[in-house]
Nanobody, 125 residues
Framework: QVQLVESGGGLVQAGGSLRLSCAASGGTFNSYAMGWFRQAPEKEREFVAAISWSGISTSYADSVKGRFTISRDNAKNTVYLQMNSLKPEDTAVYYC??????????????????WGQGTQVTVSS
């Protein structure tokens, strides 16, 4: 069973950048496909980005495409979410998630078995 811990959230002005990290332990990290999701107040949790176990395949929500980049370092058991050109509507709690994967990525939260506790990202206007 894998444990996930997110970090890197905080308060940033619109147009700024943040990099979120998600450190995994307790499993064979390069066996897991990873994803980032977010939940804004009074909204459903939504997909942000996903990456295959190898890092070759990635997928993004339309709302973040071109601004966010997901990557992973299997040697460090860590997945990252680089967020640029942040907007107030990006304000949310960001969660990373993991599941045993093949060569693909996964976009739906029901496809993930393991979740971190979340990290708050607040973008001021």
């Amino acid at each position: 069973q894998v444990q996930l811990v997110e970090s890197g959230g905080g308060l940033v002005q619109a147009g700024g950048s943040l990099r979120l990290s998600c450190a995994a332990s307790g499993g064979t990290f390069n066996s897991y496909a990873m994803g980032w999701f977010r939940q804004a107040p009074e909204k459903e949790r939504e997909f942000v980005a996903a990456i295959s176990w190898s890092g070759i395949s990635t997928s993004y929500a339309d709302s973040v495409k071109g601004r966010f980049t997901i990557s992973r370092d299997n040697a460090k058991n860590t997945v990252y979410l680089q967020m640029n050109s942040l907007k107030p509507e990006d304000t949310a709690v960001y969660y990373c998630a993991a599941r045993l994967g093949s060569g693909s990525y996964y976009r739906h939260e029901t496809q993930y078995a393991y979740w971190g506790q979340g990290t708050q990202v607040t973008v001021s206007s």
